[in-house]
């Protein structure tokens, strides 16, 4: 079982950077593929970025490629996104999930965080 809380959102001008952090819980974690996604008002839920256990790999939706980085601290039990040159279609619910396959699609991970909200303003 793993819980995940995600923090970091908030209000931010087009250009402007945030970093938003994950922080997990449970004995699974180290070994849960990690990823982000994100859901805009009357839009499906899309996927931003996946990492796996280590690390090693990582992979990114087209739209943040060169702007987002995922990154992660198992020893802190956390995984980061950080974003720059936000832009207004960046505005979303960032959501971080975990599971065990490595994977751009929401079907495959089974532990959510609740989301946290980032409003980039033009």
């Known amino acids: 079982q793993v819980q995940l809380v995600e923090s970091g959102g908030g209000l931010v001008q087009a250009g402007g950077s945030l970093r938003l952090s994950c922080a997990a819980s449970?004995?699974?974690?180290?070994?849960?593929?990690m990823a982000w996604f994100r859901q805009a008002p009357g839009k499906e839920r899309e996927f931003v970025a996946v990492i796996t256990r280590n690390g090693g790999v990582t992979s990114y939706a087209d739209s943040v490629k060169g702007r987002f980085t995922i990154s992660r601290d198992n020893a802190k039990n956390t995984v980061y996104l950080q974003m720059n040159s936000l832009k207004p279609e960046d505005t979303a619910v960032y959501r971080c999930?975990?599971?065990?396959?490595?994977?751009?699609?929401?079907?495959?991970?089974?532990?959510w965080g609740q989301g946290t909200q980032v409003t980039v303003s033009s």
């Open positions: 449970g004995r699974t974690w180290s070994s849960a593929v």
């Open positions: 999930a975990g599971g065990l396959r490595y994977s751009r699609s929401s079907v495959d991970y089974s532990y």
